[in-house]
């Protein structure tokens, strides 16, 4: 039985030329073991060309951690603040401060969570990862150990790095890369958001170019799956909904013992811009 739960194609309406243009799909399941799906998806889509402007497009991916007592309140929290902040947020806000303060909000209503009565006595935690994108740019902020890649010319990059005591220990030089996959403590979190008040997100930009790709993936996702097959994916002639149901459904068909999720964004076109005191200005065609 197929149970991947969301898949949607759209772009922004009205597109004209040297506009940022970008088309996406989501799709999530709940895997061969779980009975309940801790991730959660959600996405900001510009209605016109003057607020693809002024704010952009925003995906974002959660997943709640597993082994607390409501990782799909935390994840859906954090899904829920980040989208509708964005949406509030001043037309023309850069996208390196704003991203960050938004993390760092999801993470102080998710805390608040544990703290109303309904939940008292309850632990929850999720991981974040959140994609903007205006212009020619595409910052990403994150916490945990959902990831972005960067998928051009048919090769992936890690966008991100997990917040995970494991990749810790790497840095460190006391464990090898390839001793990872099967360390019993790969999936420790060193960071997420709820458990304390206060929350730092990692936050990278990064300048876009058209037939770029960018996937937004869970750990149940990246965990079966190296940047090589993601990039062989990702790279498809498809539309970007059928492209993240296979990169799903490949990663449950290999292992499917957590829940599974991804966005794929495909940018089409790109707006250039200069930049002056940190803001952005059209650059003359």
Do not use: W
């Amino acid at each position: 039985m197929n149970s991947i739960t969301g898949a949607c194609m759209r772009r922004m309406p009205s597109s004209a030329a040297h506009m940022l243009d970008v088309q996406f799909g989501q799709a999530s399941d709940f895997g061969k073991v779980r009975t309940n799906n801790e991730d959660a998806l959600g996405s900001f889509i510009p209605a016109s060309r003057q607020q693809a402007r002024s704010h952009g497009f925003l995906f974002v991916v959660a997943d709640g951690v597993g082994g607390l007592d409501l990782g799909e309140v935390a994840s859906a929290t954090a899904i829920s603040v980040i989208t509708d902040l964005f949406a509030k947020a001043q037309p023309g806000s850069m996208l390196i401060s704003l991203l960050p303060k938004l993390v760092q909000q999801a993470n102080a209503a998710v805390h608040d969570c544990t703290l109303a009565p309904e939940h008292h006595g309850h632990k929850m935690a999720t991981t974040v990862v959140a994609c903007a994108l205006r212009y020619d740019q595409a910052v990403v902020s994150h916490v945990g150990d959902s990831r972005c890649y960067l998928v051009r010319n048919g090769q992936a990059r890690q966008i991100t790095q997990d917040h995970t005591l494991v990749n810790e220990q790497r840095k460190m030089g006391l464990i090898s890369a390839g001793e990872i996959p099967a360390s019993d403590a790969r999936h420790v979190l060193i960071r997420s958001l709820g458990p304390e008040m206060f929350v730092s997100p990692d936050t990278n930009a990064l300048t876009l170019q058209p037939g770029d790709v960018l996937v937004l993936c869970t750990d149940g996702l990246h965990d079966e799956m190296g940047e090589a097959e993601i990039a062989t994916i990702a790279s498809q002639k498809k539309d970007p909904s059928q492209v993240a149901r296979e990169l799903v459904a490949r990663a449950v068909e290999i292992d499917g013992g957590d829940n599974t999720s991804a966005i794929v964004i495909r940018v089409r076109a790109v707006e250039q811009v200069g930049m002056y005191r940190g803001r952005p200005y059209r650059l003359p065609v």
